[in-house]
């Protein structure tokens, strides 16, 4: 539809709903993996951003950050299932409100 | 005015005996017979001596330079200095002054080498000694102060020094009772003393003067000049200052500490309670003499009072049985007397009264004491008797000061006692005075009799293990000077048909005080004087027959005016309503509302407790934010930042 | 052309997502934010990135999903047969928060003039012309990312060893 095209504003609002809709499911859901799986939808989120203002500005430097951002959510990703790995042999559940040590 | 500087040594050589004695104090408390007796001995009586001498200096100074008004130490210490006025301190000796340190340092010198004996066993002896310097140190400030506020420290610390010595044997619950009450009922007086300051003050600092200048407000001589400011409030101020002179002289309604004030060693009683710190009320109204002229009101009720309490301590008097208590008695009616000649304006004869007064005063109770003593510790006549067979020198001292204080002549009491009733004669207004007056010394003969047969003629009541003898040397040379003084100082006062009134001339010097003369002829005085001699005379043949001979009358006279004679032994049940007026509802007040109400529930419970409270309590409740789960804390999150960020908008 | 390939990835990424957050099944999760990983790798080449694109694909729906699906599988987790996760109320709340929060995003990209898209010159987006950046001048960031990889595989073997 050439009435509507599509400019950087789509996309900043599609990465802002997904930020949104990734925060609402960490605090929402229960379960620490899916907890985690938000969590990459939200840097997920932040890089669409980023790639949106790469092309808009024609400057590859968000392309360079987009590519740090995929390195560092791996490396969390792999250190945070090691963490749940961890969790699931102690307390034998991956469900947050079983961990309420810190409680009061 | 000359400005002399040895006088500030009169004061601050009992100070010094003062620290030093209590450091000797201090000390015996640590390790025993570190400190000798005769250390401390020397200091204490040391430095009373030197007082004495320095006085007589500025007395020889004063006879022999008429032309000098005073000497002064003025301003040595300076308190405020305001806006158009200053506050300082110094010393003064006028006239009036000088006699006044004459009797207090060779009086208190006298009774602090009476006590060397009478205290020497006593354990606390240095103490004792510390506080009876400490009490002079601050008589001496009072009749040397040359402002009202340093008379008033000295009044303070008198005091202090009264109620230290009162309860001087503390650990017996009575006596620091009894030192209680005479601080407290003093401090009454202190109150009304203030407040006089207050107004006093007030009158001067809404004057607005011209050009400031650094004048003393409470300086007497300043007062004296500007007394006409006062005016308006002259009669409140004088009355407060009265009420104050109420309560440091034990005139009725604050007597009552007076006879509980016996509760402390005899030489105290003989010096605080006789001679010195009970007269300072008297000398407070002789000094101020120019503001209590402008207030006839005032000096009505002081003349009042004054015969007032005279006549019902004199009654009361007449049935006690402890010995002490007799004399105290004595010198509340005494005291009356000097307030009556106060009242009637004659200022002068009550100083006169005050200065004879204290010499057989303090001898009564030295005699006093060393019956007590001889005696081990018995003070009710009733177990005594018989002491003159083998306490001869002490009996004769007692008769000599019997006969003064009932004013025979030619004994000191008979000039200065029969000067007060001729000039209270001489105001026709005071005529009922006058006979009530005369009464109360006819009862003063009585009741001294009465003491003097009961305890050292007849037979001997008391247990016979004891053996009295007479006291050591240090204990009876006293009591001999004393005797020679009574005997003497009465020619000071020569009334004007047997020769010239030398104590009114060295008064009237420097315009120090106001003196009267009666204006009457020749015969009315012989008559009045036969009179009251007269009188004095029959009261005291009469207890003597009563007690001697006829002893069966007065146990007839108890049962048959029963009820009369009950209410006087109580002291008129006088302790009886104060406790039950004041004290009662006080002590309600202070233990259920005060204690319970405010200080336990609101400062307590509220203030200290509540915070504590209220502390938990926020705590507790925003505990509850702390769930530990992962889930809400994302949300804190969420919240915090979308609050932030919206804030940073919104900036 | 290019806009309906927009709406239409852009509406298969926002539907993955939704239906992840709501799947009870955590599998069923993971697959899904697969192939939302997918949607918005076509997004990267709309947007000329294909380098960014290719490593999405790679690195996100073909390592981390796969660690997922391997945790899941290792956890054995079934179907979480628990009381729902929050109350309805708390969900409004959460909602309205995050909407919230949405809006003020919204509001804060208006900022930008609203201008379309500049012409692409040949090769952006291309690995030469991101290799040309990253070696100069992000050459630091380069190297500490690496260290930052190591420490990574180190801190992942050790949390993963068994206890002993």
Known sequence: MTLFPVTIHHYLILSALLFCLGFIGIIIRR???????????????????????????????????????????????????????????????VRTDRFTAMKG | MQNMNFILLIPLLPLAGFCLNSIMALLQTKQKEVTSQITVSRIACGSVLFSFLLSCAAFFILFTEPHVAALQYPAFLEWMALEHFSISFGFLIDHFTCIMLLFITGVGFLIHVYSVGYMKKDPGYSRYMAFLNLFLFFMLVLVMADSLLVLFIGWEGVGLCSYLLISFWFTDSEKAKAGKK??????????????????????????????????????????AKNASVLIPHITLITFCLFIGATGKSAQIPLHIWLPDAMAGPTPVSALIHAATMVTAGVYLVARLHFLFILSPFTLNIIACLGVLTAFFAALIACTQYDIKKILAYSTISQLG??????????FSTAIFHMFTHAFFKAGLFLCAGSVIMALHHEQDIRHMGGLKKTMPLTTLMFLIFTLAISGIPPFSGFFSKDELLTLVHSQAQYASYYWLALFTAGLTAFYMTRLFVTVFLGQARFA??????????????????????????????????????????????????????????????????????????????????????????????????????TLVFQKFKIDECYEFLFVRPIKFFSEHILNKNIDQGLIDGLFVNGMAFAARFFGRSLSFAQTGLLNNYAFYLLLGLTVVLITVVLM | MADYLFYIFSFITVLTVLLMIFQK??????LLLILGFFSLAALYILLHAPFIAALQILVYAGAI???????????????????????????????????????????????????????????????????????????????????????????AVLLGKKET
């Not at chain 1, 899916?34 to 890089?47: D, G, T």
């Not at chain 1, 951002?69 to 102690?90: C, K, P, Y």
């Open chain 2, 182 to 223: 005479a601080f407290v009922v003093n401090r009454i007086g202190d109150f009304a003393f203030l407040i006089a300051l207050f107004i006093t003050g007030s009158c001067f600092f809404s004057l607005q003067s011209e050009t400031p200048s650094a004048e003393n407000i409470f300086h007497f001589s300043y007062l």
């Open chain 2, 337 to 346: 007397l000097m307030f009556l000649a106060l009242g009637v304006g004659a």
């Open chain 3, 25 to 30: 099944n955590p599998l069923a999760s993971a």
């Open chain 2, 464 to 565: 016979t293990t004891c053996q009295p003898q007479e006291p050591p040397s240090s204990m009876t040379i006293p009591l001999i000077l004393l005797a020679l003084f009574t005997l003497g100082t009465g020619f000071l006062g020569l009334p004007p048909v047997f020769g010239h009134h030398w104590l009114q001339g060295w008064l009237q010097q420097g315009s120090s005080v106001t003196a009267h003369t009666a204006g009457i002829t020749t015969t009315q005085e012989f008559f009045l004087m036969g009179l009251s001699v007269g009188g004095s005379l029959f009261a005291l043949s009469l207890a003597y027959v009563l007690y001697t001979k006829k002893a069966g009358l007065t146990p007839k006279f108890k049962t048959s005016a029963k009820n009369v004679y």
């Open chain 1, 31 to 93: 379960n620490l993996l899916i907890i985690l799986m938000c969590l990459e939808v939200m840097l997920n989120a932040v890089n669409l951003t980023f790639v949106a203002l790469a092309r808009y500005y024609l400057q590859e430097d968000g392309h360079i950050i987009t590519l740090f951002v995929m390195a560092i959510a791996a490396v969390e990703a792999a250190i945070g299932l090691g963490i749940v790995l961890t969790l699931f042999r102690n307390k034998e559940s």
């Open chain 3, 65 to 155: 999903m796969v660690l997922f699906v391997f945790v899941i599988m290792l956890l054995n987790l079934k179907k979480t047969v628990s009381p729902p996760d929050t109350g309805w109320i708390k969900k409004t709340l959460i909602f309205l928060v995050g909407s919230v929060l949405f809006l003020f995003f919204v509001f804060a990209f208006f900022c930008i003039p609203e201008t379309l898209f500049p012409a692409v010159s040949e090769g952006f987006g291309s690995p030469e012309k991101i290799g040309e950046l990253l070696f100069s001048k992000y050459i630091i960031a380069f190297e500490l990312i690496d260290i930052l990889l190591l420490a990574g595989i180190v801190g």
